[in-house]
């Protein structure tokens, strides 16, 4: 494999979830907001924004709603969201009526690229952090209760939360999680036939993750990475209540 900095930084990057209380320098936010601006975007549409999250009391809010203490101590906080409020409102500036039937920006498939926007960008400020020596971790928790969360952030019509990403100082050194084998998930000119060419390396992937040792719980190590997928493949009432509910009426209508 080749190597330099640039790849060296992906490479070594694992969630961290204990932060020094130490606040993040206002160059150095600056610097993370700038290169999310600078991740591609569907259309040059920039259909994102991001909540940079400071009171405390809105911080402990957002733990609540995802049920991990460790975003209330975040020292810089973000929830990124899919955005076309802006875009509607520059729209209609121009003219366009945002009730007609014509407009777009309400779409399901505007809210895919909004939300695509908002991931990318989020993903090159994550990038951006470990590069600078911080650590982060991305917060799907914060969808936990969508209502709730818009609510907190005053997040206007066209508008959905998307992600959280905490970043701070690592105050931990979690060991790099596992990943199956690059065959298990490249593959060439076309998806596999036979399921048991996905499966092949599985056996010895599930011994690899049963040694990893999660922070958040160090007493025994995580369950193997089958147990883990079946696990995910029921519903235990916690996520299907939060896919998407809101995404119907007033932010996003998945309509077209
Ligand atoms: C979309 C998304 C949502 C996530 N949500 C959470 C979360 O709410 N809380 C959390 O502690 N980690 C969250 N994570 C982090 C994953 O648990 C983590 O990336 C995964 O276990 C792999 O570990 P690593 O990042 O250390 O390689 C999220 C990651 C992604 C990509």
Request: aromatic residues 8%; contains cysteine.
């Amino acid at each position: 494999m080749r190597t330099n900095e640039t790849i060296e930084t992906p490479l070594n990057r694992r969630s961290i979830r204990k932060f020094k209380p130490e606040a993040v320098d206002s160059q150095t936010v600056a610097t993370l907001e700038v290169v999310a601006q600078h991740a591609a975007s569907s259309q040059y549409l920039q259909d994102w924004s991001a909540i940079r999250v400071e009171d405390p009391a809105i911080k402990q809010a957002i733990a609540e709603i995802g049920h991990q203490t460790y975003i209330a101590e975040a020292p810089l906080l973000y929830i990124f969201v899919a955005d076309e409020h802006r875009n509607a409102a520059i729209a209609t500036r121009k003219g366009v009526d945002v009730h007609a039937d014509e407009f777009t920006l309400n779409s399901s498939y505007r809210f895919s690229q909004a939300q695509n926007d908002a991931v990318l960008a989020l993903h090159a400020m994550e990038t951006a952090a470990y590069s600078l020596g911080l650590g982060c971790v991305i917060l799907g928790s914060v969808l936990n209760d969508p209502r709730k969360l818009i609510a907190t952030l005053h997040l206007p019509e066209f508008t959905y939360p998307v992600l959280g990403l905490a970043i701070g100082k690592p105050d931990q050194a979690p060991a790099l999680k596992p990943r199956m084998e690059r065959d298990d998930q490249f593959f060439t000119d076309f998806y596999p036939a036979d399921d048991a060419q996905l499966l092949h390396g599985l056996d010895a992937f599930d011994g690899t993750v049963h040694q990893y040792y999660d922070l958040r719980n160090t007493d025994r190590p995580v369950d193997a990475f089958s147990d883990q997928i079946a696990n995910n493949a029921v519903d235990r009432g916690v996520f299907s209540r939060s896919v998407t509910p809101v995404a119907e009426d007033q932010h996003f209508r998945f309509d077209r």
